[in-house]
């Protein structure tokens, strides 16, 4: 879905979603090429295993020894690549956002976890430009900083972070690559945990 304005209220399925109870790290990278930007992530949390494009996803799940590997998924919407880390968050973590956002431009991760700690970040010609817990409520005045407000926060509901985080990303992204729909992963790995 492409869009320059998204109401929150399409992402409202994130807070009962199931899928990811015990939290994801969703990127989008302003980027078609998947392969160059997980070699990004590569380079701070390097793949252990890449599934062959002819084996089923389950049964290539069942094959793995899978003991201390995280699962990253990725694909490509409206011109962006974007990134679903399964029990890793280094789209989060310096130095991957500066990297992501240098190399292509833009990088925008929202990441949520079972403890319910969660993180907005917001990257371009690398340097994070907005930095913050889902959540916090920033004042519209002070766009100074990484905590700061950007104008696509207008009308976000914090009271729902999880929602309110996607529907930023998509709003300054003009896609949203997350769905209630299930996603079809174009290329899936693992790597270590982080």
Sequence with gaps: MTSEYFSQDEFTWAEEDDRFDLGLCFTLVK?????AVLAEFAA?????????ADVDLDEWFDSLDDE????????????????LEEFSIAAILPPLPERLSAKFGTSITVQWDVNMLST???????????????????????????????????????????AGGLCLQARLAGV??????????????????S
């Design 31 to 35: 980027s078609d090429d998947a392969d």
């Design 120 to 162: 907005f970040v917001y990257s371009r010609d690398g340097v994070v430009e907005r930095q913050f817990e889902l959540g916090r409520e920033a004042d519209p005045d002070d766009r100074t900083s990484p905590e700061g407000y950007l104008d696509e926060e207008d009308g976000i509901d914090w009271e729902l972070p999880m």
């Design 68 to 83: 201390g590997l995280a699962k990253r998924f990725a694909g490509v919407a409206g011109g962006w690549v974007w990134v």
């Design 44 to 52: 701070v949390n390097p793949v252990r295993n890449r599934k062959p």
């Design 176 to 193: 949203a690559a997350l769905t209630a729909n299930s996603i079809e992963p174009t290329i899936v790995e693992t790597c270590g945990l």
